[in-house]
């Protein structure tokens, strides 16, 4: 366990720390995103991104139909983009999973 000061008060962290949540990031936490996650296509469609202001909100809530109109017109990376997306939706979803668990656990 790590612990922090703050305003005089120790609070006990623990080593990992949960990542911030989807829909709190901003348009420059998605470039990071893109980057590291579709990197194939983060040359030819990160200004489509920054032009239409993808946010986390945004991010969670594209589809294909979405991906089409901000302009990434080729099929397969409208796919390949669109499947990492899926999977940070898992992501989150199986992240509140665990708190959701984690607070019945203390509740019993």
């Given at each position: 366990?790590v612990e922090?000061?703050?305003?005089?008060?120790?609070r006990?962290?623990?080593?990992?720390?949960?990542?911030?949540p989807?829909?709190?990031?901003?348009?420059?936490?998605?470039?990071?995103?893109?980057r590291?996650?579709?990197?194939?296509?983060?040359q030819?469609?990160?200004?489509?991104?920054l032009h239409?202001?993808i946010t986390?909100?945004?991010?969670l809530?594209i589809n294909?139909?979405?991906?089409?109109?901000?302009?990434?017109d080729?099929?397969?990376?409208r796919?390949d983009i669109?499947?990492?997306?899926?999977?940070?939706?898992?992501?989150?979803?199986?992240?509140e999973?665990?708190?959701?668990?984690?607070?019945n656990?203390k509740?019993?």
């Amino acid at each position: 366990m790590v612990e922090e000061v703050v305003n005089s008060t120790v609070r006990t962290k623990s080593k990992t720390t949960r990542p911030r949540p989807i829909y709190l990031w901003n348009v420059l936490d998605v470039q990071k995103w893109l980057r590291r996650h579709c990197s194939d296509y983060y040359q030819l469609y990160y200004e489509n991104f920054l032009h239409h202001d993808i946010t986390g909100k945004t991010l969670l809530r594209i589809n294909e139909n979405s991906l089409r109109r901000i302009g990434i017109d080729n099929e397969q990376h409208r796919m390949d983009i669109w499947r990492e997306i899926m999977k940070l939706h898992l992501k989150t979803d199986m992240l509140e999973i665990k708190d959701i668990e984690r607070r019945n656990t203390k509740l019993d």
